[in-house]
Structure formats: C-alpha cells, structure tokens
T-cell receptor, first 115, second 114 residues
Framework: AQKITQTQPGMFVQEKEAVTLDCTYD???????LFWYKQPSSGEMIFLIY????DQQNATEGRYSLNFQKARKSANLVISASQLGDSAMYFC????????????WGAGTKLIIKP | DARVTQTPRHKVTEMGQEVTMRCQPI?????VFWYRQTMMQGLELLAY????????DSGMPKDRFSAEMPDATLATLKIQPSEPRDSAVYFC????????????FGPGTRLTVL
C-alpha cells in the first residue's frame, strides 16, 4: 500500500542554518511523483518542489532542494540558509502512476526557525 | 495569477444546520479535490472529481456529506446536518491530474459548528 512517513513531528533550527526534513515513502509502482508543501500559520498550502521517480537529478527550487534516494525510498527536503519566514508545517506527498489522481500525504513536520 | 477560490472563508453555524462550501477551481484544471484538516486527524481527503465526475468519495461520511460539480467552474461540499465534530478547515484543490502535476490549494473554509 502507498504510504508517506514523516518521522519528525517538530524541529527547532537556528536561523541561517540548513534544515533537512525527512520523508520516506512506500509504493510498488515504478512511476511516481513526490511533492513538498509548506503551510504557514496563515493556513494556505503552498507547493514547494516536485521530484519524479525517473528524474536523474535531484530537484531544486531556489533555497529548496530534494535529496532523492530512490533505493532508500526517501525524499528529504533540504532548506538552505533558513529564514524566520520558513517557520511552518511542511508536508510530503506522493502520487503514483496507476491512474490515481489523489496525493497520499504525510503527517507533516512543524519547523520553527529561531532568531 | 490563477488561483483556486473558496467561499465562505469562515463559517460559524449551529449544530443541525446545513453548510454549503463552494470552490472555483483554476480554469482548465480537470481534477478537483476536497480535503478536511484538523489538529487531530491532519489532512484527510474527502472526495475528488475528474472531468466533473466523482472518482472517490470514500473519505466522506455518506450520511451527512455530499460533494458535487454542477459545472467545470464550481465544486460544492455540503454538510447536512452539521455536527460539532465537523469543525475543521476545508480545503479545495485543483490540478491537471498527471503524475507530475501539483495540486493548487484554495485558501480554505474554516468551519465552526457550535
């Protein structure tokens, strides 16, 4: 069965340090996509980054990068040079290629950046 | 800048009342999703549509919840009768439905049932 696991319920990180948020996934389908979303305290869900299962390179978007380790089934989000505005909930999600259009979601990690 | 819109943004109602939430997906998106988010349960998928046809509503309490897409620009989620345990933030999201396509979320409707 498809599953997303985020093992860190919460994290405190000093401003300007790099942050790694863990995500492991389980699927039997060779074709799948992995997504990270940010939810600040205002409540909106903001798409951050996408990684496809066949992508050869790790995805990057500005300060966000995805450390994709296919054999380990992990898709960790790395935020470089963290900022106070990065404080939020972060969700990892997955969609496989079997025609299921929905995303399978992790429980989220609450990240707090300390000044 | 295309966005998913949801109305109302906030709703306070009394137990037993009917609640209707509306969503306008991004023009051209063919999949629409309804989610509920609570502190206890996290983000739950209630129902979703592709090309206006309901594909899965197994996450919805069938006796009181209903979801429809009367046309491509409107999705509705109704609760009748509402109960205090329905208090949550309800998100609508839309997308193109392919493996690589992200879902775009609306701002949510914060529902409080007294």
């Amino acid at each position: 069965a498809q599953k997303i696991t985020q093992t860190q319920p919460g994290m405190f990180v000093q401003e300007k340090e790099a942050v790694t948020l863990d995500c492991t996934y389980d699927t039997s389908d060779p074709s799948y996509g992995l997504f990270w979303y940010k939810q600040p305290s205002s409540g909106e869900m903001i798409f951050l980054i996408y990684q496809g299962s066949y992508d050869q390179q790790n995805a990057t978007e500005g300060r966000y990068s995805l450390n994709f380790q296919k054999a380990r089934k992990s898709a960790n989000l790395v935020i470089s040079a963290s900022q106070l505005g990065d404080s939020a909930m972060y969700f990892c999600a997955m969609r496989d290629g079997r025609g299921n259009y929905q995303l399978i979601w992790g429980a989220g990690t609450k990240l707090i950046i300390k000044p | 800048d295309a966005r998913v819109t949801q109305t109302p943004r906030h709703k306070v109602t009394e137990m037993g009342q009917e609640v209707t939430m509306r969503c306008q997906p991004i023009l051209g998106h063919n999949t629409v999703f309804w989610y509920r988010q609570t502190m206890m349960q996290g983000l739950e998928l209630l129902a979703y549509f592709r090309n206006r046809a309901p594909l899965d509503d197994s996450g919805m309490p069938k006796d009181r919840f209903s979801a429809e897409m009367p046309d491509a620009t409107l999705a509705t989620l109704k609760i009748q009768p509402s109960e205090p345990r329905d208090s949550a933030v309800y998100f609508c999201a839309s997308g193109l439905g392919l493996v690589e396509n992200e879902q775009f979320f609306g701002p949510g409707t914060r529902l409080t049932v007294l």
